[in-house]
């Protein structure tokens, strides 16, 4: 509104004489420009100044928001930096102390391209936070704290570009920051505690202080000091919310032994934070500038996801505050928000004397005085009522603001409500983890325990050092006495005992008792001889008065003037005063030297007695961590073993789980094979080997029983695998090699219980041995090696020539099969007439037919076969494909061997029965045989090709006209012997009852006797089956039990009208031709 009002007021401006007078506005407005950049470049420096003193006073808001103002309409902060760097911070710890606090608010409010221009000046902060570190000084102290804050923030959002300074981020650019990565997270989360430690660090370093100062709250220079712990409430606030993320989502993919240490780091900041968050919370400072959250109780537990539910961003909210601003006489009028570009307000109010300058130079316009001046006296007036109208909207914009926040912070907890109830969903599934975290919390206990064993020798290791602390001072006192002693220059030995003390620190007690004793032998050593030299005064003096006496007795006798005798007097007077003076020092030095013996005797007596007493105490103390530490080894013992035998105890019940299906009736259905057999005996062998070392192992140190563990587990499935395994084989095993496998597995069973319960118990666990498992185990093995089917001698890599060799050899018999049919047919058109011709033709016409059908198919399957081997072998050979997928192709060389045996074989039938040679059932059964190996050949060419493929569909097509072909000539060949077999009539009016009898009797004796002779032949032909399934390697278990009956895929639909012959007549699936020598004999 305010921009288009000053738009029309320019307008209106312009209207008259805009052709002559538009240069002299655009230099008009130019100057206004540059004088309104200069006022607001002036400003922020005067606020930089007013800011930034030496004066113990909290840093007014309205100077740091003019400043704030200014890095946003700059875009950067480089003129707060180049008027900040001639600060002396290095002579006043209150200039840097408010420089820091100056800047901790830029960084948080300030334009985004205030972090890069920081950066610049990062070595600055870092030598100023050295400088007061070094500097004993309250406030140097804490400026050294804060610099060591403002340079970890600036690196974290300069690494982490995506997090602003004001770190007031959503968790989805949270989530976004800490990536996919686990490692990222985790770094990420170091990140942030070390962050928080630095905020946490500066806040309790404040209080402590206040605490220990006569500052309080309400004065000024407390103020000064709890100023920054504003931004400090609302970084430390964001902080934790952070923190807690980052940790829920650590233990959602790490396991909880992993982050031991960052939950322990995390408790510790929360107990911090929480107790500087409720001090802040009693200041009366705090209470109108800032509303601090209440944390919960106890810290988050991170063990269980649900816990996220229950957390709850802490919000801090700043109040609107009408902090009167006593304007001092040297404030500028505040700043406005909006930019005016054309006219600057504030150029025109603060000097009007701009015009008489545009006068001077320009010329009024229109040679005197416009009306323009009465609109512009106007305009001012209007701007003053504008500017009061401005002033009004920012505290109304001010306050929505401050509603919008709190709306804002409701509409936030309401958020996070919602996820938490969506964090209730998961709380099933965190109990099963629960349950499996519990194993892993058993086991972070015994490490516990024995970082308490660490811990207690880190303690007994720092009351060692405590004892070497108190030698050193017992030593300190021995060498203060030596000083003591050293005063007496007469004490010469006692100062080079001394000086032998200071050097030999190291000798123990009792030799410094003695050298105490020495020295008081020694003072009283000296004592006695300054007694005797007292003495010995004595002596002279009474040998001087004496003297005395005898020199009166002389000048009486020889009556000496009296000026002689009073000057002798004198003299002598004068030498006893100076043989008293001595005495009397001598006893006061003595007496001296006596207290001082007698102080470091007491002292020496009581650090003896106290050096004493503490090293009982640590004896105490060490005997104590000494029999805690036996007790947390033999609790140790006691838990690996009760672990030894808990894994026991699983292991024999599935191994009892596996000898109870053996017995099991459904189990008798299930089969498997000796290849399978062969691998889970191998991988047994391997763990009992395991077991042998990890046995050994948890010998040598039963305090770890881990791989003991491991390898039983393993042992148990692989046992209980194998047992059951090889009941499954013996079900399609012979009889000799069934009944051997089955005794094998019970024994394996029974031999496995036998050395897990001598496991189980201390005093038969040195001489479990599992020799006897193995040699049972290769049994088995054995076993399974002996019932592999027995293939082909051919070598792998000679198996791709050989498929084409087969393909093209079963080719070339059909093509000659054909042409031996042909040649059949004139025969026969040569020798035979009538209804014998009409059959021949009938038969080998369908037998014609049939082997174009199979050549149909052969060619169907070869192109089947070339598109699976493209498709599959990949960067591969063919061979190499071949050699790959080596019992795929022995089962297509196998059928395709069958395919042209099957065709030879019905060519010769044929030409039997066309020249009356053979018979009829043999055709038959020649076409059964075509038929089941076409099928063969198709279900050997399916395993491998694509559903969809066309070619399958030819190929499936191609085995149906082959089996309508071969049902052809089945009819046919029925049909023929119908015809030319000639049936008797079946008189028998012409016989007596007798001979009716007879004839009956001998009848039903032929009956029997053909009966016995099809049964004969039935057992014959299973017993042939039998060898031919070893020697083709085809799973026993296709085998009925009864006659012998393969599965649905040897069973060719039927092709004939007439009911088909029984099972015992038909070919197996898996046929081979005959006269391949096999590698052994089956047994």
């Given at each position: 509104m ?37 006022k607001?470049?002036s ?6 100044s ?48 408010k ?15 205030v ?68 490692n ?12 928080m ?21 309400t ?44 939950r ?9 934070l ?44 700043i ?70 109208e ?9 306050r ?23 964090q ?11 349950e ?25 290791q ?23 002693l ?26 410094l ?10 003072a ?13 005064l ?25 000026e ?16 008293m ?22 002292s ?10 503490e ?28 672990l030894?035998?808990g ?56 305090g ?34 069934a ?64 498929v ?30 009538g209804?014998k ?23 169907a ?18 061979k ?39 018979k ?76 009716l009898?007879k ?33 083709a ?24 009208p ?5 099972a ?20």
């Amino acid at each position: 509104m305010i921009s288009d009002w000053l738009t029309n007021s320019h307008k209106v401006l312009l209207t008259n004489k805009q052709d002559d007078q538009q240069p002299q506005m655009d230099v008009m407005a130019r100057i206004f420009h540059v004088h309104d950049r200069k006022k607001k470049t002036s400003d922020n420096l005067s606020s930089i100044s007013k800011a930034i003193n030496t004066s113990e006073t909290p840093v007014k808001e309205k100077h740091a928001r003019r400043i704030i103002l200014g890095t946003h309409r700059e875009k950067g902060a480089y003129t707060f930096w180049s008027y900040a760097l001639g600060f002396p911070l290095a002579s006043s710890s209150i200039l840097s102390w408010k420089f820091c606090h100056v800047l901790h608010k830029v960084l948080r409010d300030g334009h985004r391209n205030v972090l890069q221009d920081c950066m610049r000046h990062h070595g600055s902060l870092v030598e100023i936070g050295k400088l007061w570190g070094n500097l004993h000084d309250k406030y140097g102290q804490l400026v050294a704290l804060y610099t060591k804050l403002l340079c970890t923030k600036m690196e974290f959002h300069a690494k982490h570009s995506e997090i602003p300074p004001n770190l007031e981020v959503t968790d989805e650019v949270l989530e976004r920051t800490a990536g996919t990565d686990i490692n990222n997270v985790f770094q990420l989360t170091v990140e942030v505690f070390d962050y928080m430690d630095t905020e946490l660090r500066l806040a309790e370093t404040v209080i402590r202080q206040l605490n220990t100062s006569i500052a309080i709250s309400t004065l000024t220079s407390g103020q000064c000091r709890l100023a920054p712990l504003i931004q400090v409430i609302q970084d430390s606030s964001h902080l934790y919310h952070f923190t807690v993320k980052l940790l829920f989502k650590l233990h959602a993919c790490l396991p909880a032994d992993t982050l031991q240490g960052h939950r322990d780091r995390f408790h510790d900041q929360f107990h911090s934070l929480k107790t500087f968050f409720n001090k802040a919370r009693d200041m009366l400072y705090f209470k109108r500038l800032i509303q601090i959250p209440k944390l919960p109780d106890s810290p988050p537990n991170f063990l269980h996801a649900a816990s996220l539910a229950k957390h709850v961003k802490p919000v801090v909210v700043i109040p609107d505050e009408d902090e009167p601003e006593q304007q001092d006489d040297d404030d500028d009028e505040p700043e406005p928000l909006i930019e005016v570009s054309d006219v600057s307000t504030s150029s025109i109010q603060a000097q009007p004397q701009q015009f008489d300058i545009f006068d001077q130079t320009f010329g009024p316009p229109n040679g005197g005085f416009d009306d323009r001046d009465l609109q512009i006296e106007s305009l001012k007036r209007d701007m003053e009522l504008l500017r009061a109208e401005l002033e009004r909207v920012k505290a109304e914009a001010q306050r929505y603001i401050t509603q919008l926040k709190s709306q804002i912070n409701s509409l936030e907890a309401e958020l996070e409500e919602q996820r938490a109830q969506k964090q209730r969903a998961l709380v099933e599934n965190e109990q099963l983890r629960m349950e499996l975290e519990a194993t892993r919390r058993r086991n972070a206990e015994h490490e516990s325990l024995q970082g308490t064993f660490i811990e207690a020798e880190k303690r007994a290791q720092a009351t060692e050092q405590r004892y070497n602390k108190l030698k050193e001072k017992h030593t300190e006192l021995v060498a203060s006495h030596a000083e003591l002693l050293r005063k007496s220059a007469d004490t010469v030995k006692m100062l080079s005992a001394t000086q032998q003390t200071q050097e030999e620190v190291e000798r123990t007690k009792q030799q410094l008792s003695f050298e105490v004793d020495r020295i008081k032998q020694d003072a009283d050593m000296k004592l006695e001889e300054q007694k005797f030299e007292m003495e010995k005064l004595k002596r002279e003096l009474e040998e001087k008065m004496a003297e005395v006496t005898r020199i009166k007795a002389n000048l009486q006798s020889s009556q000496m003037t009296s000026e002689q005798m009073n000057s002798s007097m004198a003299s002598l007077q004068a030498e006893k005063e100076r043989l008293m003076r001595s005495v009397s020092e001598k006893e006061a030095e003595l007496s001296s030297l006596r207290q001082s013996a007698q102080v470091q005797q007491s002292s020496l007596q009581q650090e003896r007695e106290r050096n004493s007493r503490e090293l009982g105490e640590l004896q105490a103390k060490l005997q104590e961590k000494a029999s805690q530490e036996e007790q947390l080894k033999q609790k140790l013992l006691e838990e690996q073993f009760s672990l030894l035998q808990g894994t026991v105890a699983e292991a024999e019940n599935i191994i009892q789980d596996a000898v109870a299906k053996l017995d099991d009736p459904l189990h008798v259905r299930c089969t498997s094979s000796p290849d399978y057999l062969v691998s889970r005996a191998e991988a047994t062998l391997s763990s009992i080997d395991k077991v042998k070392k990890g046995h050994a192992d948890y010998l040598s140190n039963m305090g770890d029983a881990g791989g003991l563990l491991r390898a039983l587990t393993q042992f148990s499935h692989s046992a209980a695998d194998t047992i059951i395994n090889g009941s499954a084989t013996a079900h399609m095993a012979p009889t000799d090699h069934a009944d051997r496998l089955s005794e094998n597995c019970r024994s394996c069973a029974t031999q496995s219980l036998q050395f897990l319960k001598e496991l189980k118990s201390k005093t038969t666990l040195q001489r479990a041995d599992p020799a006897s498992i193995r040699v049972i185990v290769q049994k088995i093995l054995h076993l399974g090696q002996e019932l592999r089917p027995k293939g082909m001698d051919v070598r792998q890599d000679e198996l791709g020539d050989l498929v084409d060799k087969e393909m093209a050899a079963t080719s070339e018999a059909i093509e000659q099969a054909v042409r031996r049919i042909d040649e059949m047919m004139n025969q026969a058109r040569k020798d035979t007439s009538g209804v014998k011709l009409e059959v021949n033709e009938r038969i080998l016409n369908s037998c014609t037919d049939l082997m174009k059908a199979i050549r149909m198919l052969v060619i169907a399957s070869t192109d089947l076969q070339k598109e699976i081997v493209e498709g599959g072998r990949g960067a591969a050979t063919i061979k190499e494909f071949y050699a790959r997928n080596s019992r795929w192709t022995e089962g297509l060389i196998s059928a395709a061997k069958a395919v042209g045996w099957g065709a030879t074989e019905m060519v010769e039938s044929a030409d039997k029965v066309v020249l009356h040679t053979g018979k009829y059932e043999e055709l038959i059964v020649c076409s059964h045989e075509i038929a089941a190996s076409t099928a063969q050949l198709v279900a050997a060419s399916k395993v491998k090709a694509d559903r969809n493929s066309k070619k399958l569909s030819v190929l499936q097509q191609a085995s149906r006209h082959v089996n309508e072909m071969a049902a052809n000539v089945v009819g046919s060949t029925r049909t023929g012997q119908e015809h030319l077999e000639e049936k008797d009539t079946m008189d028998f009016s012409g016989m007596s009852l007798i001979k009716l009898r007879k004839e009956e009797m001998e009848s039903q004796v032929k009956v029997l006797e053909l009966e016995s002779q099809l049964e004969n032949e039935r057992l014959r032909l299973g017993e042939l089956r039998k060898q031919h399934y070893g020697l083709a390697g085809v799973p026993l278990d296709q085998v009925s039990q009864g006659n012998g009956e393969t599965s649905s895929l040897a069973h060719p639909a039927s092709m004939s009208p007439k009911p088909s012959k029984p099972a015992v007549l038909k070919k197996p699936a898996l046929a081979q031709k005959p006269n391949i020598p096999p590698k052994t004999t089956f047994k």
